[in-house]
């Protein structure tokens, strides 16, 4: 039986071979590895693609959220708020500046933070204080970071309205999310573009993925954008001169290289797992008292812009006896997240709460295999061995 595997990088690098390393080769002939030309151009593209008039090249993701709390000064005595299903960057970082995660329970349907829960955490948990919005234990509340997870952009109008009414800056965690786009009350929005600050991911697997780590740290103000990138070089500004201390969040010409290459198949490529996810909901709608499927809330007004299928997370208590029956037939899958994070042992000393929705989503979600060079025949593969399951 032959595999198919959940992800795939061999086929899509096949079939941009030649262009690829001969930018790889460029880098290589001009012996210069870090930020340079290449960097600045892929800045240029992300600031473009998000309408951020300031877009800053970094290591990995997690090093990108970790620049822009930096900049914002957080850290001991003050406290953000975030999901708990998500990635554990999102809340680590964080926690790595001596600041305090909290966490808001996640919308059902859409897996992504709710507006409603936010506003009612901040009524319930906080009060109003003369330098801001402060918790019972007298830690200052100094962002939000709402996660577009698997692609698909929070209630973002929702969620900038909370936070608006209480001046909290919103920080989009959007590793997940290049180029997804959401429809505000007024325009359509870019995903890490819609807030004060924004942060995307180029691990290999996300929609847009480099050959190793890197990131990229938004900001809708320039001076905070210039800033950060004083704080990506150790906060150096001018050379060896140090009035603050930032650290090494640099991203390699080699990856702004291949990035730039990939950076123009990105729409087909999201268009393309659209299809397939369109292929799965529609074969698996029959099982509906049995599966939960993603939500499309903006399917209406932005067809595959509104969701761009980084992941395709189905749900069932079933979870774990259909992995492994996918797993018999060859097919592989993914669990994002076994472990919502406030249940992390490294977060024991939050202590004990009850987040409900997202712990009934961490039980029971499954990502099947969506990536653009899926076949039909492999996604028919995956269809019918869900489908067998069911049945
Ligand atoms: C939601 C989310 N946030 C943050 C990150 C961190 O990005 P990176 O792996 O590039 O550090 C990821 C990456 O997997 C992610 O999925």
Sequence with gaps: MTKLPFFDLKTQFQSLREEILAEIASVCDAQAFILGSKVALFEQRIAELCGCSAAVATSSGTDAQLLILMAMGIGPGDAVVTTPFTFFSTAGCVARLGAKPLFVDIDSATM?????????FFGRECREASNGLVTKDGL???GVIPVHLFGLCCDMDGIRDVCGRRRIPVIEDAAQALGAKYPSKNRIEPAGGMSEFGFFSFYPTKNLGAFGDAGMAVARDPELG????ILRNHGMDPRYYHSEIGGNFRMDALQAAVLLKKFPYLEQWSKRRWEIAQCYKDAF???????????????????SEG???HQFVIRTPARDSLREHLEEHGIGTEIYYPVVLHQQKCFAYLGEMSLPESEKAAAECLALPIYPELTDQQVDRVIDSVAQFFN
């Design 112 to 120: 992504n933070v709710d507006p409603e829960k936010l506003e009612r």
């Design 140 to 142: 200052l509340i100094r």
């Design 226 to 229: 210039r800033k950060m990138k």
């Design 285 to 303: 709608a029959k099982f509906a008292r049995k599966i939960m499927l993603p939500s499309e809330p903006y399917a209406a007004q932005l067809g």
């Design 307 to 309: 969701h761009i299928y």
